[in-house]
């Protein structure tokens, strides 16, 4: 189990001012210049996955983890290449399925964006990179410091809950080391360590918060908030019908559909975009069976063709969908009607949805908006 007793020393020059407040407040040299430690943590009775060391600033976490982990600690600083995109600040024999994947998993699933140096990504994102990375280059055991600290609360959380998921889901180890208190819940460690107090406890797991949605009927004038994070095309069609899912009076995921204009007609998704800082936590996929349910309460046939990792996943376990073509490159069609430009240069799987149907007075409702 690690532990360790740990003693800092810090050297300050005397000065008129320095002797002055020192007799003041009848202060010591030894009492400002030295702080100690005794830890143990008894990690190695139970199986874990996630560890949390918690506690204000100026507690000793930093310095804790730095030396009950050293080796892990400092292979957590590595510096982003300056020009490069972030995919090519990832381990060099990583394949780029590999790295897409744990991008997407931590929620940062917008490709555009792997496709930009670090530098230039908004704060949640780099936060997500930064996570990503981490586990590339520490896959045993991963520790992040100040862990949270740069990002708005809402997407702490969120991106707090999707890496809890891949964490336990690949059987990994982390530990958070933050002095913010609101991801306990979202991250929900197997441990906790608190400096301040000297207080080590395991945890029972428990369910993340509930997040809870309002489903509405959207115009086509909210498209612009959503499309620079959609993976394919800034392009919309003039004919989508679209909806957005509202979370704390703001839109944050928008999904638009359009007549499936092949055999069995019908409805086709379209664009189904989230925005940045709530990706990772199954929003996206929740719209579009939410979406598709609505089309096939009216009678509808519901199809879906997608190229994104994270969706044809998604469908591949779900019992909502029937894949009726597996991941391929598709060409234009050889109908002798007008030619439909598809996918030729990337893979794209094809799915019907077979879900349970939205009672149709409810669809009719909210499709009148």
């Known amino acids: 189990m690690p532990s360790a007793h740990i003693v800092v020393r810090t050297g300050i020059e005397p000065s008129p001012r320095v002797s002055q407040v020192e007799g003041m407040f009848d202060l010591s040299p030894m009492d400002r210049a030295m702080r100690s430690w005794r830890v143990t943590l008894p990690l190695e009775e139970r199986q874990w996955h996630i560890g949390l060391i918690v506690g204000p ?13 050293p080796d892990v600690f400092t292979n957590s600083a590595r510096p982003w290449p300056e020009h490069a995109a972030i995919l090519d600040a990832f381990p060099a024999a990583m394949p780029i399925k590999s790295i897409t994947r744990l991008l997407c998993a931590v929620g940062l699933s917008s490709p555009p964006s792997w496709l930009k140096p670090f530098h230039v990504l908004s704060t949640g994102e780099r936060f997500r990179a930064e996570l990503a990375r981490l586990l590339a280059y ?3 055991l991963a520790i992040m410091d100040e862990y949270s600290s ?5 997407a702490a959380q969120i991106a707090s ?10 059987d990994r180890k982390f530990i958070a080391v933050t002095c913010h208190e609101d991801v306990l819940a979202w ?8 400096p301040d107090i000297d207080h080590f406890a395991w945890r029972r797991l428990r369910r993340r918060p509930a997040l809870k949605f309002q489903v509405r009927r959207i115009g086509l004038e909210a498209w612009p908030l959503f499309r ?3 993976y394919l095309s800034a392009e919309i ?22 007549n499936n204009l092949v055999k069995g007609g019908g409805k086709r998704e379209h664009r189904t975009v989230v925005l940045p800082d709530y990706q990772g936590i199954g929003i996206g996929s929740a719209l579009s069976d939410f979406t598709a349910s609505l089309w096939s309460g009216l009678g509808r046939r519901v199809l879906s063709t997608t190229a994104h990792p994270s969706f044809v996943a998604s469908r591949m376990r779900s ?9 391929s490159l598709v060409g234009r069609s050889n109908r002798t009607e007008r030619p439909i430009q598809t996918a030729t240069t990337r893979l794209t799987a094809g799915f019907e949805y077979i879900g349970p149907a939205m009672k149709r007075r409810r669809a009719e409702a909210l499709l009148r908006g």
């Open 57 to 69: 600033s100026g507690a000793g976490k930093s310095t804790i983890a730095r030396a009950l982990f």
């Open 138 to 140: 520490s896959p045993a």
């Open 150 to 154: 740069s990002v708005d609360r809402t």
């Open 161 to 170: 809950a999707a890496l809890s998921r891949l964490v336990r889901s690949n």
């Open 187 to 194: 991250l929900d460690p197997d441990w906790s360590y608190r």
């Open 228 to 230: 620079p994070h959609h």
């Open 237 to 258: 069609s003039r004919s989508a019908e679209a909806f957005a899912a509202w979370w704390r009076g703001k839109p944050v995921a928008f999904s638009a559909w359009v």
């Open 319 to 327: 019992s909502r969908w029937r894949l009726i073509r597996p991941p």
